[in-house]
């Protein structure tokens, strides 16, 4: 009732309580007897999908619907021998001697600077992931400006050059499963438009493209199977400059196969580029019968 937070007292602090009324045990008895009640320190668990408001059961259905809806698509491009290819961009790393989460073993800790100050950095990594879910390969572009649709989608033409045309050579579809928002968003015109002028009608590409619902990015594949292996990768050594960003990004493999390339993007990047309606009216986009706003088709149109 006073506001004593006895769930955040130290072992010490709780022996002493317990000593003012007449019950005396020692600091490490108390954490003995904590532990058999079956207490210990805990921090949160972002375990609740909803986050802080409830979900309709219409949202839980569509949600669930779509997962479905994807899962079809995959396996469809797979039996048909058409490459489905995950992408998203990772969070941006600054450049430069600043601490990175993690543990690594040496026999005395790096030395880092002690702010996270801009100033401080050579540069920004933004590293944009393209990850081929049937052969378990990925492909990461760093670039040095902004996460714009455009360089999302000058990435993955450049994946299809490099590593999609070569493995895929009789295929004519792509499937790319992206997140619902950001350089790759559902509703951002750049991204389609870049799509139907890079992909379609450059390499005569159908792309169909299936967004995730709203808060549930964490399933995209190139989550879980390519970036948290990245991380895992470079966890505790500092992004000192491009080329160890790079190199950790390259040596990054799994028990399970995973190989990765990387390459540095030094184009420069603008945002706020806008797609007027008579330039979006040309897109030749088909959307699903499935949830429409998630669920396209973009063509080549015939020069």
């Given at each position: 009732m006073t506001g004593l937070k006895w769930t955040r007292k130290t072992t010490e602090k709780i022996a002493e309580e317990l000593e003012s009324i007449g019950i005396t045990v020692s600091p490490n008895t108390a954490g003995?007897?904590?532990k058999k009640l079956g207490f210990s320190l805990r921090v949160n668990h972002k375990k609740i999908a909803h986050g802080g408001k409830s979900r309709s059961r219409k949202d839980q259905q569509q949600r669930d619907r779509q997962f479905r809806y994807i899962g079809e698509?995959?396996?469809?491009?797979a039996q048909r021998g058409h490459p489905s290819i995950s992408v998203d961009t990772k969070k941006k790393e600054p450049i430069g001697n600043f601490k990175n989460p993690g543990v690594e073993y040496r026999r005395e800790p790096r030395l880092v600077n002690d702010?996270?100050?801009?100033s401080y950095s050579t540069g920004k990594g933004v590293p944009y992931g393209?990850?081929?879910t049937q052969r378990n390969k990925g492909m990461v572009f760093v670039g040095?400006?902004?996460?714009?649709a455009d360089f999302a989608v000058e990435c993955i033409e450049k994946w299809w050059r490099k590593e999609g045309q070569k493995h895929y050579?009789?295929?004519?579809r792509v499937l790319i499963l992206a997140d619902g928002g950001g350089s790759n968003g559902s509703r951002c015109r750049r991204w389609k438009l870049g799509i139907q002028e890079k992909l379609c009608d450059r390499h005569g590409l159908d792309v169909t493209v299936a967004h995730y619902p709203p808060g549930t990015s964490k399933w995209n594949p190139i989550e879980h199977r390519l970036f948290g292996e990245i991380s895992k990768?470079?966890?505790g050594t500092p992004l000192d400059s491009y080329e160890t960003m790079l190199k950790f990004i390259r040596t990054t493999k799994t028990k399970t196969g995973l190989k990765v390339k990387a390459y540095l993007v030094r184009k420069s990047y603008e945002k706020g580029n806008k797609v007027p309606d008579e330039q979006m009216a040309q897109i030749k986009l088909e959307r699903h019968a499935t949830f429409p706003e998630w669920n396209y088709t973009i063509k080549p149109r015939k020069m």
């Amino acid at each position: 009732m006073t506001g004593l937070k006895w769930t955040r007292k130290t072992t010490e602090k709780i022996a002493e309580e317990l000593e003012s009324i007449g019950i005396t045990v020692s600091p490490n008895t108390a954490g003995k007897l904590l532990k058999k009640l079956g207490f210990s320190l805990r921090v949160n668990h972002k375990k609740i999908a909803h986050g802080g408001k409830s979900r309709s059961r219409k949202d839980q259905q569509q949600r669930d619907r779509q997962f479905r809806y994807i899962g079809e698509l995959r396996e469809n491009h797979a039996q048909r021998g058409h490459p489905s290819i995950s992408v998203d961009t990772k969070k941006k790393e600054p450049i430069g001697n600043f601490k990175n989460p993690g543990v690594e073993y040496r026999r005395e800790p790096r030395l880092v600077n002690d702010h996270d100050f801009a100033s401080y950095s050579t540069g920004k990594g933004v590293p944009y992931g393209i990850y081929d879910t049937q052969r378990n390969k990925g492909m990461v572009f760093v670039g040095t400006t902004f996460d714009t649709a455009d360089f999302a989608v000058e990435c993955i033409e450049k994946w299809w050059r490099k590593e999609g045309q070569k493995h895929y050579q009789q295929s004519k579809r792509v499937l790319i499963l992206a997140d619902g928002g950001g350089s790759n968003g559902s509703r951002c015109r750049r991204w389609k438009l870049g799509i139907q002028e890079k992909l379609c009608d450059r390499h005569g590409l159908d792309v169909t493209v299936a967004h995730y619902p709203p808060g549930t990015s964490k399933w995209n594949p190139i989550e879980h199977r390519l970036f948290g292996e990245i991380s895992k990768n470079w966890s505790g050594t500092p992004l000192d400059s491009y080329e160890t960003m790079l190199k950790f990004i390259r040596t990054t493999k799994t028990k399970t196969g995973l190989k990765v390339k990387a390459y540095l993007v030094r184009k420069s990047y603008e945002k706020g580029n806008k797609v007027p309606d008579e330039q979006m009216a040309q897109i030749k986009l088909e959307r699903h019968a499935t949830f429409p706003e998630w669920n396209y088709t973009i063509k080549p149109r015939k020069m």
